[in-house]
């Protein structure tokens, strides 16, 4: 499996950017997908997950309401529209996967595949 995340870059706050993780090598129907974020010095953290075969949605509260997660299976494409963006929402943005099973889908370690990371940059 191989992802191949796009899309970041620099906005002010306030403003909105749209993620996308391209997936291949597998049939995804099967799968768990999830967006993460890392910060300088912090710790990686989920951001929002999808269940692939029927397009459930996971979030935390910190990102509840402003942004959303979503996939296109003709594509293999999954996407993270993020509107009303501030300073602390500033990371590298990971796009992961795994086979669905359920519970955990908050949890960094319970990944398996992983993309390379895009830089969201949001000035105040």
């Known amino acids: 499996v191989q992802l191949q995340a796009s899309g970041g870059g620099l906005v002010q706050a306030g403003g909105s950017l749209r993620l996308s993780c391209a997936a291949s090598?597998?049939?995804?129907?099967?799968?768990?997908m999830g967006w993460f974020r890392q910060a300088p010095g912090k710790e990686r953290e989920f951001v929002a997950a999808i269940r692939w075969r029927d397009g459930r949605t996971y979030y935390p509260d910190s990102v509840k309401g402003r942004f959303t997660i979503s996939r296109d299976s003709a594509k293999n494409t999954m996407y993270l529209q993020m509107n009303s963006l501030k300073p602390g929402d500033t990371a590298v943005y990971y796009c992961a996967a795994r086979i669905y099973y359920s519970g955990d889908y908050s949890y960094t370690g319970s990944y398996v595949y992983w993309g390379q990371g895009t830089q969201v940059t949001v000035s105040s």
């Open positions: 090598g597998d049939t995804f129907s099967r799968y768990l």
